[in-house]
């Protein structure tokens, strides 16, 4: 199967502590995205966009949050000093963006349910 | 921001009826998809609709861009057809509406 794929698709962690979640994206697709979707809403766009360029790291931060791609392959979102308030579920969804054209459809994981005790 | 709303928030149907989901969008944008989220939380891309109509079986949309809105239809619906459905749109980054629970019963 050449879907996205996330892991772990569950996590139950303590208050305080630092979780990292994983995301494969469709191996030809050059952009990738993560989002937060919490009980009853639409999936949230956070700014953990990451770089289309395959050969750079990319890095941002925001907060406690802050993801990578190495090489533009895998992407990791890590959350740090966890909060009851991150409990949701984290889809990172992938596309292909030919430069100089329109944004392509989105094609997303089955996500990672996070848990915060 | 970009403002998403879509209508009605909740459907219940019965196997068999037909179906109109919408969704208005507040400005211009570059794209627009369509999206079911089944019952397990898997988020199904549907259709990739900045303009014009799209047909995929017993799924259809319609979007207006000059008039901000997009439609989705279903026919025929069958019970795998209940989740939410999303629209969601890109200006500068993606936005996505609360979505339609829709609820097929057998």
């Known amino acids: 199967d050449t879907g996205v794929s996330q892991n772990p698709r569950h996590k139950i962690t303590k208050r305080g502590q630092n979780v990292t979640f994983r995301c494969d994206p469709i191996?030809?697709?050059?952009?990738l995205y993560w989002y937060r979707q919490t009980l009853g809403q639409g999936p949230e766009f956070r700014p953990y966009?990451?770089?289309?360029?395959?050969?750079?790291t990319s890095r941002l931060h925001s907060d406690r949050f802050s993801a990578e791609r190495p090489k533009g392959s895998f992407s990791t979102l890590e959350i740090q000093r966890t909060e009851q308030g991150d409990s949701a579920m984290y889809l990172c969804?992938?596309?292909?963006?030919?430069?100089?054209?329109?944004?392509?459809?989105?094609?997303f994981g089955d996500g990672t349910r996070l848990s915060i005790l | 921001g970009i403002q998403v709303e879509q209508s009605p928030p909740d459907l219940i149907l019965q196997e068999g009826a037909n179906s109109t989901l919408r969704c208005n969008f507040s400005?211009?944008?570059?794209?627009l998809q369509w999206f079911h989220q089944n019952p397990w939380g898997q988020l199904i891309n549907l259709f990739y609709i900045p303009s014009g109509t799209k047909q995929n079986g017993r799924l259809s949309a319609t979007t207006v861009a000059t008039e901000r809105y997009s439609l989705l239809y279903i026919s025929s619906s069958q019970t795998t057809d209940s989740g939410v459905y999303f629209c969601a749109v890109e200006d500068d980054k993606i936005i996505f509406g609360k979505g339609t629970r829709l609820h097929i019963l057998p």
């Open positions: 969804a992938s596309s292909l963006s030919p430069r100089g054209t329109v944004e392509q459809p989105q094609h």
């Open positions: 966009v990451q770089n289309e360029a395959p050969l750079e």
């Open positions: 191996s030809e697709h050059n952009r």
């Open positions: 400005d211009s944008v570059n794209n």
